[in-house]
């Protein structure tokens, strides 16, 4: 089972469709589960602040 947990929800990302990426202004890792990402639900980068769908 995975310990990362959703940037949005934090919720654990063991389901499918879970994804991460990293900051587009700083490359800090953003992870995010299938349900914030099916339902644009915003993420703000714990680093910079930027916020995202």
Excluded: N, V, W
Excluded at 21 to 27: A, D, V
Excluded at 29 to 51: E, T, V
Aim: charged share 25%.
């Amino acid at each position: 089972m995975s310990t990362d947990k959703c940037t949005s929800c934090h919720a654990p990302l063991a389901e499918r469709g879970a994804t991460e990426f990293k900051c587009p202004e700083c490359s800090e890792l953003i992870r995010r589960c299938a349900k914030c990402r099916l339902q644009s639900i915003p993420y703000i980068c714990q680093k910079c602040g930027f916020q995202g769908p």
